[in-house]
């Protein structure tokens, strides 16, 4: 209640009382809305700033220090070098010796080890000993024989020299009664085994008899021969028929 202009005026509780403004109704009930003040928090629309496992706030922008990886210790690069390149000096190694083994091996082999495969001139020398000495202690005349025996003591040795003398004295004396003579060609020498000092060789041969008033027959022959290399020339030192 108030006084005004000598009139006194009564107040319905409507009006502000602190800007003296009416106070606003609720238009259900025409009672004053009572306007209650805020409690919220002025920075709840700012984003939360970031915090670190440890529960430590971190500023905007700046990596948490979780996230910066740990350096390496030093040397430990030179360390893992050395250890890449031992390792491929090992594997070298273990390849490089495995590489000599089978070489040696392959150079061991019986058919790296026959020179008769790869060396011509040595096998053509053989072939041509050996063809020459069975052409002349397989071959005599009535008249001759004592030259093929000498013959047969310079181009036979060992087990070849001592069969080849016990028959001959039966060949002898049947080339005197029958006037016999034998005449051996060599058609093919092969030399199927060579080394420094011995070869094997596989000798197919024609022989001619020749009896007097008698027409020639030929024979064919086959022979395994051994030879062994003794002052530089190839000797005979055994012989089988095959």
């Not at 202009?5 to 106070?23: F, H, K």
């Amino acid at each position: 209640m108030r006084r005004q202009g000598g009139a006194t005026a009564v107040t319905t509780g409507t009006e502000n009382l602190t800007t003296g403004e009416p106070a606003a109704e609720d238009t259900t009930t025409g009672e004053p809305t009572t306007v209650e003040p805020t409690t919220e928090d002025p920075t709840a629309d700012e984003p939360a700033a970031k915090k670190t496992a440890a529960g430590k706030a971190v500023p905007d922008g700046a990596v948490p220090d979780e996230a910066v990886p740990d350096e390496a210790p030093p040397g430990a690069g030179h360390r893992r070098l050395r250890f890449v390149v031992w390792t491929l000096v090992a594997a070298l190694l273990v390849v490089g010796g495995g590489l000599f083994v089978m070489g040696r091996q392959l150079r061991d082999t019986p058919a790296t080890s026959n020179a008769a495969l790869t060396d011509s001139e040595a096998t053509s020398r053989v072939a041509g000993d050996v063809t020459n000495a069975l052409g002349k202690v397989f071959s005599y005349s009535p008249s001759a024989t004592a030259v093929t025996k000498e013959s047969a003591k310079q181009l036979l040795a060992g087990k070849a020299l001592q069969q080849y003398a016990a028959l001959f004295g039966q060949v002898e004396k049947q080339a005197a009664d029958q006037k016999l003579t034998l005449t051996t060609h060599v058609v093919r020498a092969g030399v199927t085994r060579l080394t420094d000092d011995s070869a094997h060789l596989l000798v197919f041969l024609d022989q001619v008899y020749e009896r007097r008033g008698r027409t020639a027959s030929t024979a064919a022959a086959q022979l395994s021969v051994t030879a062994q290399l003794r002052d530089g020339r190839w000797t005979i030192v055994e012989i089988t028929s095959r």
